[in-house]
């Protein structure tokens, strides 16, 4: 039943509470469910309270047997929603002694303002403090049993790519290559969706789509957008069949024991234009740079601007990313639990690099009415450099129809 | 590219309209994507300003292009997020004259606090406001639209039922009988995942589960948890093989169009035993008597009441809609774009049903250790009573293995 080693959990919770100490936090609630689980090792509703300095306490609503089951930290019923104030008081006098204003940080990023502010009443003692940069911070570095549960999405996802290779034809419509494409990934143990962290995002596997309809754009914070099976899902695959010629772009993901992984291949059935391949391989040429400066002590941002100049030598600039006002502003992504995780390759992330981060590193290229072509491989960076998790083979996959 | 006929989507925002004048609301602002949509016809980055009288107005960040080619509602792009208060200003001068406080409504029940304070900043006139309610309460009355989507989605989830009993067979695990319902249902135009209101909750296609699995408590808000596939994904189908003579729930629903369904039906390869036969039929009974009283008029609440009142008769009180503390508290809930909407067949819904609204009502019975037994139809409210959505045909399905 236990999710990971107990030492594990005392390291994640040891190097949050470092950072809350540096920012002058004297505690943390986390109330998301992916933050409740990489700290106790259990997903049931509740709040799990962080001090600066000691044991955290795992206050859970439902279910409290199976949390009991799970938890690598102690937990207590939550009872009252009302009483959650008095009993953090209780449980905490040093952080909550009477007539103070201690400090206590939140993921105010996911949580819903409804819930912010029955929060504020409930503990009225606290001085509020937006905690995301930190949880994510603390996130970002993956410990050892992350990395192996991101190997076993890798391999997934490869085994699921290969499958959905062998099966393309001409004819098939998006929605049937990614249903081939997330039958292996089930099998395997996907949990149906990737998680996301964004307001209004979400994806199931991926993005696999062909021509015009690739080079959609949409609300998707990535990319690549795609048609999508309605205007009530504007993302991703369609109901539209796949031509000979067409640019098919494959980037899939799968979440096996809650862990994601994201990669992109580019596929044809017949051959690529020349403007398509030249794009590709530009692509690929960025990759292989970013690779070179993967490493700790690079900053994120400074792989974005390398990017950014690489595309406009070739000429590429206004395909990069997406098309004209509708690029996305990022080379890539950490990716872990969620798959919209710290750092970003993108300006604003100063922070270097360290050893532990795993990357997407994604570069695309967008025309529209004709289709996306790119890659992306998933790397974690070790103490000199990076090693590649992604295990599809890396190439222009040319399928010749019998 | 047209979502909704445009006659629907302007006595959708004249029903909002109507709730805000009576609420004292002078602006709605909504910010959640399945919200957007709902009003538009569009599902892009942004936010939708609906003034208490007058012309809405879809500010859009990403993608404006798709925005333009879909929305039913005047689009503007959003700009400088900074800016907007100011943008808001001009373009709604009779709203927010200089020196003034307007109320602003917006959807705090999913909008992150992180997000709802940055609004704060950028619109610092406006008197915020949580509309949740209002449009929740829009929400849950379907438009004829909405109601043919939902009858869509139904077909595929009785399609998708019929595949699954065909194939069951002892030793099959709980997530391959998953994946054939989902296979079914994906090539239907399954989205993949069904949308959920709820903090923290999310479901892919729905709870199947057998046995002893299936009344594993979990976090996720129904009476049904299930193993799940790791503590990372702990509700819904595990890798446990299902055996003859257990319990197996099949409770699915898709969402074709934005629009989802839900339904249960009990199967068992062989036969229930005494007990688990009784609870089902206890399940089937509630539900003829919910069926009777389920029209115009009646509170939410008091089919709830009664169904409580009809399991503590049975003798089955401590095991209805889950066991013991791990109970849910409700008997049903709205459906439409979101599988938790209004109203829910619980304490305080005393707002009473009205024609057109749809309902999944969900009696069933946990027995730990054992399994969970049940039946789930979808109803659509009519002016005098109601009609059954669901599709797959109404019996405990016994199989017969040769």
């Not at 959650?84 to 993921?107: M, Q, V």
């Not at 009443?121 to 001085?127: D, G, L």
């Not at 690079?298 to 600039?317: K, N, W």
Request: hydrophobic share 40%; glycine share 10%; with cysteine.
């Amino acid at each position: 039943m236990q999710a990971f080693p107990r030492s594990e959990a005392e390291s994640r919770l040891s190097r949050l509470q470092h950072i809350m100490r540096e920012a002058g936090a004297d505690g943390c609630l986390v109330t998301q469910n992916v933050g409740i689980y990489y700290f106790t090792g259990s997903m049931q509703t509740g709040y799990l309270f962080v001090p600066a300095q000691g044991e955290p306490t795992y206050y859970v609503r439902r279910s409290v047997a199976r949390a009991k089951a799970e938890s690598l930290v102690p937990t207590a019923e939550l009872g009252s929603f009302r009483q959650f104030g008095a009993k953090l008081a209780a449980d905490y006098p040093a952080i909550f002694p009477e007539g103070t204003r201690p400090t206590i940080g939140a993921d105010l990023d996911v949580l819903p303002a409804q819930l912010y502010l029955r929060l504020i009443e409930a503990i009225p003692a606290a001085e509020w403090k937006d905690a995301s940069a930190y949880l994510r911070r603390v996130r970002s570095v993956k410990t050892a049993h992350e990395i192996e549960k991101i190997g076993k999405a890798a391999r997934a996802a490869a085994d699921a790519l290969d499958e959905g290779i062998r099966r393309l034809r001409t004819g098939m419509t998006e929605l049937e290559l990614i249903m081939i494409i997330e039958e292996v990934m089930r099998r395997a143990g996907h949990a149906g969706i990737m998680r996301m962290r964004g307001y209004n995002q979400e994806l199931v596997t991926g993005m696999v789509a062909a021509g015009e309809a690739a080079a959609e754009p949409t609300y998707f914070d990535g990319p690549a957008g795609g048609r999508g099976l309605s205007t009530a899902v504007p993302q991703g695959a369609s109901f539209r069949p796949i031509g000979a010629g067409e640019p098919i772009l494959i980037d899939i993901g799968c979440c096996i024991d809650g862990y994601t992984i994201d990669q992109t291949r580019t596929a044809v059935i017949g051959t690529l234009s020349p403007q398509l391949r030249t794009a590709y391989e530009t692509a690929v040429t960025i990759l292989r740079r970013t690779e070179e400066n993967l490493k700790p002590g690079t900053t994120p941002e400074s792989l974005y601007e390398q990017a950014l100049a690489m595309a406009a030598e070739a000429g590429l600039a206004e395909h990069f990313m997406g098309f004209g006002v509708d690029q996305v502003k990022f080379l890539g992504h950490g990716i872990g639990l969620e798959i919209d995780e710290w750092p970003v390759l993108a300006k604003g992330f100063r922070e270097p690099l360290e050893a532990g981060m795993v990357l997407a590193v994604e570069p695309k290229f967008t025309f529209p009415g004709v289709g996306v072509v790119g890659i992306e491989n998933t790397y974690l960076i070790t103490e000199d450099g990076s090693r590649q998790l992604t295990l599809s083979p890396e190439r222009l996959y040319e399928i010749t129809e019998s």
